[in-house]
Structures are given as structure tokens and as C-alpha cells.
């Protein structure tokens, strides 16, 4: 009886375990066979996917890198690069292949050379976005190579959307010569037109970084009708003597940042004018130079708009003024919501100065007084915060504004100006500006 209960359990361990493993090695072959067919009926082969390389997955957080911008050396479309030899036609040639590239594009102008270019225009749209590598010098001709009419700029990048300026070069102007021939240092001479060494005109998501401009024969940098720009770590150098040398001229754009910039000129280290809106500028360094000015607006009884500037972090060294909006008399329209603060003035002449009434003849042989006019650009919502140092003159706040249509909600707060001479402290004057209020300020306004 035992011996039966033995053989019944060997049969059930046989059923349980060794015919399964039998049916397995019959039916695995088919199995697998099956696997095959259906990879096979995609076009792939078993011994195709074992010689393929294994495929990592990507960790996470880790950024693949983009694929390189194609690249278009100057050189490389007959630039020389020695500063004599005229390279405006590979410059043109290469900003052509730049441009009409599917991918990005670099069009690089190398260091260690200088390329001389005339008046150059490099225009959109392009395919893709472009990059201008400036690690090389750019040298403006002679002033005897300019055309006779439309002098007015010297390098343009215009209708490019995505643009890059970028790189470790300089942008040299030569202004000297032209500085002579100004009617602003000869006053015998007659006006004539200067070129703006960089225009950039009607480009959109821009950026400008790292290059240096020197000596400019009039304005160094002019950003018009762009949206969506940054400027950042730009160095600017010319004379405290060179006439018109504006730093960074802003008109007609919106949505800007300036920052980090060092800006030594003989005019406004940064002029904003109408048509700008939403600027953010933080970490300027100014001097020499006429100081960061809100205009000049409303000229020939035109209209201004302005809205939503901030001027952040500045330092002012020795300039002809600070902190400055200034409107022409017969202007109209507006300049509003504009903060300057947490700024440092050293030896600043008019450290604070609203001038809503201002005036200029531009011809010196005419030195005729402005006709006097009642119409204004109405400037409101202004403030000027924290803001500390020294005036050059003992007038360190001045607010003159309209008879008829007088500045207002203005904020002065926590300023103190010490005049840097001798003899007694720092004054200020107010005139028809409406101060909406004014704690803890020296010397003590309205």
C-alpha cells in the first residue's frame, strides 16, 4: 500500500514539473520564431538589432548640447584683415551666405586683425538666426571715402530677427578727423551730418554683448524700432571733448535691458527718446559724458511717448549731469513712469535735473533765442530714490517745469548731494513741479 502511495506521488511531481519543462523546449522555438516574424514584418532583422549600438538613456536635468552654427569666415570670402585693404565685399559676401543659411549661422571676423569697411548695410530677413562674431577690429575708412549724402551711419544691421552681436573685437570709428570738421568745436564751419558707427534698426529679439566701441564719428550705438533686446558688458570710449558721441541712443523699441555697461563719451552715456518702452537698465558706469537723460523730447513741436523706465545701480563720475529728463518747449504727448535710483554721483554738475522747458540751437552762426512757446510734453509719475554723492555745482536738484503743463506725482526720497567745492552745502530750485512727496532729502526741495 505504501509503495503505491509512492508511485502516485512520483507521477503527480513528473506532472507537476517535468512535462511543463518539455512543453517549454517545444514551444519555444516557436516562440521565438514568432518574435522574429513579426520584427521581420517592420524590416528588421534579429541579427540587425544585435549589432546595434546601445542607446543611453539621457540622465535628468542634463541638457543635450544644440548642433554648432554653421560658420562663414570673412576671410575665408577674401577678407585680408591688414587695415588698409578695402574688405567690404567679403564682409557683403559672407553676411550673404550667413544670412541665406538653413541653420544657424556664425559669420565670424577673427582677432588679431584689423578689416577696414565702408558704410555697410547687412539686411534681413534671414533664414535662420545669425550671429556677427566680432573678435577682430572693424576700422572705419578715411573721411574722404563717405558718400556725400546719407553719411549718417556706418555699420547697419537691419530687419534681422534673432540677431547676436557678440564677441571679443572693437568697432573702431576714427572720429578724430571728424570731430575737427564739427560745427561744435569749429563754430566757422557749417553742420553737416555724422555717421552713427552701429545702427540697429527694426531687429527683434536682439542681443548685443561684450564688444567694445571706440571713438565713433558721432553716435556709437543706435537701437531703433526693435523689440525684445539686451545689451550687456558693452564698453564705450571716446573723448570727453568729442561732440555728439552719444553712448547707447534708444528710440521706438520696446522691452530692453541695458546692463552692465562701462560708457565714457563726450555726450549723453545713454539718451532714451520717444517711442521706448519698458527699459530696464542696471549697472551703468558713466564718465566723462552728459549723464543718462530721458530725451531730449517733443523737438520741432513733435510728440513724445515714453513710458516705464528704470534706471538701477548707476555710477555718475564727473559728468555734465546725472539723473536728467528734458522736453523741449512746444512738445506734446508724455513721459511717464520713469524711477532712477539706488544711483552714485561723483562730482556730478546738475546731479538731478528735470528741464522741461529746454532749448538748443544747433547752428552756432544763428545763436538766436528759442521762440518762446506754451505747449509741453507732460512728464509724471517720476522718481528719484536713493541717490547719494557729490555735486560739481552747488545746484544739485533742479526742477523747472511748465507754466502750462507742469511736472507731477514726482517722488524724491531718500537722497543726499554734498556739493564737492568750497564755501557753503548744496541748494536746490523748483519751479511749477508737483511733488507728490519728499522724505529724507538733502538738500531739501519745493
Not at 541712443?249 to 532714451?272: E, F
Request: glycine content about 8%.
Amino acid at each position: 500500500m505504501a509503495s503505491r502511495k509512492i508511485v502516485l506521488a512520483v507521477l503527480f511531481l513528473l506532472l507537476l514539473f517535468i512535462f511543463p519543462a518539455i512543453a517549454f523546449a517545444f514551444t519555444g522555438g516557436m516562440h521565438t520564431e514568432s518574435v522574429h516574424r513579426r520584427l521581420g514584418e517592420r524590416s528588421v532583422k534579429a541579427d540587425t538589432l544585435s549589432n546595434r549600438p546601445v542607446q543611453r538613456h539621457r540622465k535628468l536635468g542634463q541638457e543635450t548640447k544644440p548642433p554648432p552654427d554653421a560658420e562663414f569666415n570673412v576671410v575665408s570670402y577674401g577678407a585680408v584683415g591688414d587695415g588698409k585693404t578695402d574688405d567690404t565685399p567679403a564682409f557683403r559676401k559672407a553676411w550673404a551666405a550667413a544670412c541665406s543659411s538653413s541653420k544657424p549661422a556664425t559669420m565670424l571676423v577673427p582677432k588679431e586683425k584689423e578689416f577696414l569697411v565702408k558704410q555697410t548695410t547687412f539686411s534681413g530677413q534671414c533664414k535662420s538666426s545669425v550671429r556677427f562674431k566680432l573678435d577682430g577690429t572693424l576700422v572705419a575708412p578715411g573721411r574722404s571715402s563717405w558718400p556725400k549724402e546719407n553719411m549718417n551711419k556706418w555699420i547697419t544691421f537691419n530687419n534681422v530677427d534673432k540677431l547676436t552681436v557678440s564677441g571679443e573685437g572693437t568697432m573702431d570709428g576714427k572720429g578724430e578727423v571728424w570731430w575737427k570738421n564739427s560745427c561744435r568745436i569749429d563754430k566757422n564751419l557749417k553742420c553737416t551730418e555724422a555717421p552713427t558707427a552701429l545702427l540697429l534698426s527694426k531687429c527683434n529679439h536682439l542681443k548685443v554683448e561684450n564688444i567694445r566701441l571706440l571713438n565713433s564719428q558721432q553716435m556709437h550705438m543706435s537701437v531703433e524700432d526693435c523689440k525684445d533686446v539686451v545689451l550687456k558688458h558693452i564698453t564705450i570710449v571716446a573723448p570727453g571733448d568729442s561732440p555728439n558721441t552719444d553712448g547707447i541712443h534708444i528710440a521706438r523699441t520696446k522691452d530692453i535691458q541695458v546692463m552692465d555697461c562701462n560708457i565714457k563719451t563726450g555726450d549723453d552715456c545713454m539718451s532714451i527718446e520717444t517711442g521706448t518702452e519698458n527699459l530696464y537698465a542696471s549697472k551703468i558706469t558713466c564718465g566723462p559724458g552728459h549723464g543718462i537723460s530721458v530725451g531730449s523730447l517733443g523737438d520741432k513741436n513733435s510728440e513724445a511717448r515714453v513710458s516705464n523706465i528704470t534706471i538701477n545701480k548707476a555710477h555718475l563720475i564727473g559728468t555734465t549731469n546725472g539723473a536728467r529728463i528734458k522736453s523741449w518747449q512746444g512738445g506734446k504727448g508724455y513721459a511717464k513712469d520713469i524711477i532712477f535710483e539706488d544711483i552714485i554721483m561723483d562730482k556730478v554738475k546738475n546731479p538731478i535735473i528735470i528741464d522741461q522747458n529746454y532749448c538748443y540751437m544747433d547752428d552756432p552762426l544763428q545763436p538766436k533765442a528759442c521762440k518762446k512757446q506754451t505747449s509741453a510734453v507732460e512728464l509724471s509719475n517720476i522718481q528719484f530714490k536713493n541717490i547719494r554723492g557729490t555735486s560739481g555745482t552747488k545746484e544739485a536738484i533742479k526742477l523747472d517745469c511748465s507754466d502750462t503743463i507742469p511736472c507731477h506725482d514726482l517722488v524724491i526720497q531718500d537722497v543726499k548731494l554734498t556739493f564737492s567745492g568750497k564755501g557753503k552745502g548744496a541748494t536746490s530750485t523748483c519751479k511749477n513741479a508737483k511733488l507728490k512727496k519728499s522724505d529724507n532729502v538733502i538738500p531739501k526741495t519745493c
